[in-house]
Structures are given as structure tokens and as C-alpha cells.
């Protein structure tokens, strides 16, 4: 029997202590800024700077030694990542029994690629088919990087898997469910196999400081899907102060997401900050309320602002997970977007993924689109659709300075469906 202390072995306690830093650098005061949620933040409790749990770093598998430092350290104190030390988790690590403790990450942690192995034993939830290695729930938890923690998730051998089975499961960097209260900080997050983050069935939490991107060794199989964040079935949720170079949306609001604030980004290369997709299951309600995007610079994206919602279904349509979803969105803005070479600034569509533009008219959506606002939109897009710069479909959707030009000296044109032109400051062309 080996004694423990602090969760790891006596034998390797001491050369531990070593990197340790001492102090151990506290968690920054960090607060939502510019924009604040019209709910506070719960405060947290106070922690205990002497209870510090260092992850094993010698552990083949960090997933157990990460959950034994996290019960040590659980009601008051933080876990600790060592710096220069890579931790690898093998296997599914279950972290939502967390209450008021902190995890510093300042080494490197990396997943175990066996492709294999995770498709059965990656925690699986029914929505999107959204698989997990680890994930994050309970009450008052902040996990932060200080900038130089890292999540590697070997994305490469995923992307490159991928081509060989379109529908295989590829885990999500990191995700949060059932997390109430806390926040995620400071951390480098590289190559997801499939989206960065996903924040599920939770409140009440401050994101900052991420730094978002992929290494692609192998450009025949580049990354697929690496959204930067999704959240869904969460309320009061502040993203800021992140850069996001990826593959997909930069922020996606699936369902049931409300009070949400996204602010002070910097995304390249994405599909833009997308409401949905929404109405994609038969049978559900979906609901994006209340949501605040505010100063982002969008380059090289597919889209700059953008919703998109399933069209309906036949009817009689039975286990559709291709529209026919009902559901509202209701009170989201978009407030100053700089864009640059994005194919549309904006793109609000009811169609996605319809197989025809006359499929869609015979079974459209059923999810009401209301108080929708688009201001003060700057940049010049990209030259795929100039001079249209944007499409709109819906009633009671309004745009404010719209000032975004194709790269052509045309007069930048917006596609306008169904709209109340009275609310439109652009240019509406009619399809
Ligand atoms: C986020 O950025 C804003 C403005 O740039 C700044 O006031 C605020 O302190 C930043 N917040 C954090 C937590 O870094
Ligand atoms: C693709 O991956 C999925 C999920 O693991 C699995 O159910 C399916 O059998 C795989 N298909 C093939 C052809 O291997
Ligand atoms: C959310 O919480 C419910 C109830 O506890 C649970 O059934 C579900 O699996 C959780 N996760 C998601 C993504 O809904
Ligand atoms: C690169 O990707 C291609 C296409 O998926 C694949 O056939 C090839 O084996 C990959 N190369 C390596 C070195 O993994
Ligand atoms: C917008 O965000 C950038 C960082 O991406 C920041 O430097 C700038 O101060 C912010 N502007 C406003 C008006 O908040
Ligand atoms: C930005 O996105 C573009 C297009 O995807 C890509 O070519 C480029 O490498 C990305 N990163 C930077 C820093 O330009
Ligand atoms: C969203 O919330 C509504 C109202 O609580 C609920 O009826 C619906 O089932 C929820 N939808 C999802 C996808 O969780
Ligand atoms: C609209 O949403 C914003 C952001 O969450 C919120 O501050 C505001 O109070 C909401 N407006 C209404 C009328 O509910
Ligand atoms: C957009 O892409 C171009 C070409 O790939 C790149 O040079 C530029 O830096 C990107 N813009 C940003 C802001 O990353
Ligand atoms: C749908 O099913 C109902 C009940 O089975 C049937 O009465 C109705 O005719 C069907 N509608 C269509 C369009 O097939």
C-alpha cells in the first residue's frame, strides 16, 4: 500500500512540489465586459489556498487521477494541472459532481486518439449525436488556463478517419452539463475532432480568454465540424474575449439557449454566429430568446450573422431528423459585426438543408421568427455573391446601417423574402 497525499504517491510527491507554483496563481477576477447579463452571476464561495490536488502526472490514464485529485479537492479547493506536463485521458471521465472547486491548467492535455475505443465509450447524447471524453457539471466550478493550459484533441487522426466513415462519432474537446455557476479561462484549445465546446443543460457561466485553432498536417482530410462553441438547453452564458480560427460556426445557439451574451470575438475561416440550427427534430419545441451578439470581427467566413432554422415536413413524416420541428426565436441582436471576405454578412435562412427551394415553399418551417436585429454592420464581404451581400426571409426583422459593400463598386444588394421592407435599411432586392 502506497500512502497518498494530495491524491498522487508520496514517492513522486516531492519532485511534484517542485512544479508546483508557489504561490499558486489565483484565479483573475474576471468579469463580463462590455456587456453585462441582466441576471449577476451567482458569486462563488471562498477557497481554501492550502488545498491544492495535483493531477498525478505519471498516471497512464489522467481520466481516473483527474476524478481522484477532483473528490480531494472538491468543496473549497483546486486541482492542479502541472505545467510542462502533458496528461493524457484514456478514458470516459466523469466530472459533473464538481461543487465550488477550481481546476488550474497548466500543462497540456491531450485525448487518447483510438478511434475505436471512444465510439463506444465516449459519454453519447441523443442531439446531433454529440459524444463526449470528459465533461464538467455540478455547482461554482472555474476552470482556467491562465493562458497557457492547453486541450490538444489530435483532431488529425479524427479528420482523417472521418473519410473512411462519415458518421463516426468524434468527441467534443470540452463540455460542460449540468454546470451551474463558474467559468472557463485563459485556456489554448487545438485541434478538436469535432466542435471545441459544447455547454449543455447549464447556467450561469463566464467564458473568456479562449484562444481556438487547428493544426492540419494532412490537407487532403481538413477538420470537419470544429464549431467553437454550441450551447444548448443553457441559460445565462457570456462568451468574450476569444479568438476562433476554424472550420464551422464560430458560436451556434441550438436549442433551447436564452439570455445569452457573445461578445469582443475574433473569428476566421468560420461559418459565422448561427442561431441553429433549429426545427431539425419532428416533435420538439425549440426556443433561442434573448441573445446579445456585440463587436465581432468575422474574416474569411461562410457567413457573418446567421440563423438558420429546418424547413417543415410532409406530413405523416415519420423519425425525421430533418425538419418539420417547431419552436421560436424571439429578441436576438447583432450589434456591430466587422466583416471581411465573408460570403454573406448576413444570412437568415428557413430553408437549410431543404433538397429544393420549391420543397421548402410547399412544407415551410414551423418556427416563428420574431424581434430579430442586425446594426451597424461594417466590412466589405467576399466576391461570391456580388453585390448581394445578404439574405433575409421573415417579418418583423430589423437592419440598422448595414454598411457592408461587395468588393465591387455595385450597390450592395440584400435578398429579401416575405419581409417588411419598412424595417430594412439595405437595399431589398426581391428573388
Ligand atoms: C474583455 O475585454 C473587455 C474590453 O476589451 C475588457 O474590458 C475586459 O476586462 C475583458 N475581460 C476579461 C475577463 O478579460
Ligand atoms: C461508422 O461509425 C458508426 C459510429 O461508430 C458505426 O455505428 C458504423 O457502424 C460505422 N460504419 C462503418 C461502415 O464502419
Ligand atoms: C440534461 O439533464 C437531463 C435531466 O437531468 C438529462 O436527462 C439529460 O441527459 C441532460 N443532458 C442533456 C444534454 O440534455
Ligand atoms: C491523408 O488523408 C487521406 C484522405 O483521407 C488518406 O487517404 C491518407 O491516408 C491520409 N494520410 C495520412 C498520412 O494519414
Ligand atoms: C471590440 O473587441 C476588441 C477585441 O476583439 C476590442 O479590442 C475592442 O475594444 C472592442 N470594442 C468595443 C466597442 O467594445
Ligand atoms: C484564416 O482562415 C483562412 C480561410 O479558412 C485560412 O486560410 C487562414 O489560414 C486562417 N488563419 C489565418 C491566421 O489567416
Ligand atoms: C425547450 O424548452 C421548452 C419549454 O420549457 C420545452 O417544452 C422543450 O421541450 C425544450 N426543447 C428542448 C429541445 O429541450
Ligand atoms: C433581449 O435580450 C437581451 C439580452 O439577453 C436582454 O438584455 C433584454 O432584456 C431582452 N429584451 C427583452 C424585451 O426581453
Ligand atoms: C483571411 O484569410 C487570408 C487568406 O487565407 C489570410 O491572409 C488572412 O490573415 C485571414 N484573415 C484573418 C483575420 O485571419
Ligand atoms: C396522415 O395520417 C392520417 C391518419 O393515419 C390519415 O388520415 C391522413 O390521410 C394522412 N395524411 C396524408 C397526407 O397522408
Excluded at 497557457?148 to 478517419?161: E, K, M, N, S, V
Excluded at 470544429?226 to 457570456?238: A, E, K, L, P
Excluded at 479568438?243 to 459565422?272: M, W
Aim: aromatic share 10%; net charge negative; hydrophobic share 35%.
Amino acid at each position: 500500500m502506497q500512502r497518498h497525499i494530495l491524491g498522487i504517491a508520496l514517492a513522486v510527491a516531492a519532485a511534484i512540489a517542485e512544479k508546483i507554483p508557489f504561490p499558486l496563481p489565483v484565479l483573475p477576477h474576471l468579469i463580463a465586459s462590455p456587456k453585462a447579463p441582466s441576471t449577476a452571476f451567482p458569486p462563488g464561495a471562498a477557497r481554501d489556498p492550502s488545498k491544492i490536488c495535483v493531477v498525478d502526472p505519471e498516471a497512464t490514464d489522467a481520466g481516473p487521477a483527474l476524478i481522484s485529485a477532483a473528490r480531494d479537492c472538491n468543496n473549497g479547493g483546486t486541482v492542479v494541472l502541472l505545467p510542462d506536463t502533458t496528461y493524457t485521458i484514456a478514458s470516459p471521465t466523469d466530472l459533473t459532481f464538481l461543487q465550488s472547486v477550481d481546476v488550474l491548467i497548466l500543462g497540456t492535455v491531450v485525448f487518447n486518439d483510438d478511434v475505436e475505443y471512444w465510439q463506444t465509450k465516449a459519454f453519447g447524447y441523443a442531439y446531433q449525436d454529440a459524444h463526449l471524453f470528459w465533461k464538467f457539471g455540478g455547482r461554482d466550478v472555474n476552470i482556467y488556463g491562465l493562458g497557457t493550459g492547453t486541450l490538444d484533441g489530435l483532431g488529425q487522426t479524427w479528420w482523417t478517419a472521418k473519410r473512411s466513415n462519415e458518421t463516426l462519432y468524434r468527441p467534443i474537446l470540452f463540455g460542460t452539463d449540468g454546470l451551474v455557476g463558474g467559468s472557463v479561462s485563459g485556456l489554448n484549445m487545438k485541434n478538436s475532432p469535432f466542435w471545441f465546446n459544447v455547454i449543455m443543460n447549464s447556467s450561469d457561466i463566464l467564458i473568456t480568454d479562449i484562444n481556438i485553432w487547428n493544426e492540419v498536417t494532412n490537407s487532403s482530410s481538413p477538420p470537419a465540424n470544429t464549431d467553437g462553441w454550441d450551447t444548448y438547453r443553457s441559460t445565462n452564458i457570456v462568451i468574450q474575449n476569444s479568438t476562433i480560427d476554424n472550420y464551422d460556426d464560430c458560436v451556434s445557439f441550438k436549442p433551447n439557449s436564452t439570455n445569452i451574451i457573445v461578445q469582443n470575438l475574433h473569428c476566421n475561416g468560420s461559418h459565422g454566429i448561427s442561431v441553429g440550427s433549429l426545427g431539425q427534430y419532428q416533435g420538439e419545441y425549440d426556443i433561442v430568446e434573448d441573445v446579445y451578439v456585440y463587436n465581432i470581427s468575422m474574416n474569411n467566413a461562410s457567413d457573418g450573422a446567421r440563423i438558420k432554422i429546418w424547413p417543415g415536413v410532409p406530413p405523416n413524416t415519420t423519425g425525421s431528423s430533418s425538419g418539420g420541428g417547431a419552436g421560436h426565436v424571439r429578441n436576438i441582436t447583432y450589434e456591430l459585426f466587422y466583416n471581411t471576405n465573408n460570403d454573406w454578412a448576413i444570412q437568415l435562412t428557413q430553408c437549410y438543408f431543404a433538397s429544393s427551394q420549391e420543397a421548402c415553399n410547399a412544407y415551410p418551417a414551423a418556427l416563428l421568427v420574431e424581434d430579430i436585429l442586425f446594426k451597424d454592420f461594417y466590412g466589405t464581404t467576399s466576391a461570391r455573391h456580388d453585390p448581394q451581400v445578404g439574405t433575409i426571409v421573415c417579418k418583423n426583422i430589423r437592419a440598422e446601417n448595414i454598411a457592408v459593400s461587395p468588393p465591387s463598386a455595385a450597390t450592395a444588394q440584400c435578398i429579401c423574402t416575405n419581409v417588411d421592407e419598412g424595417l430594412l435599411d439595405i437595399n431589398c432586392i426581391m428573388p
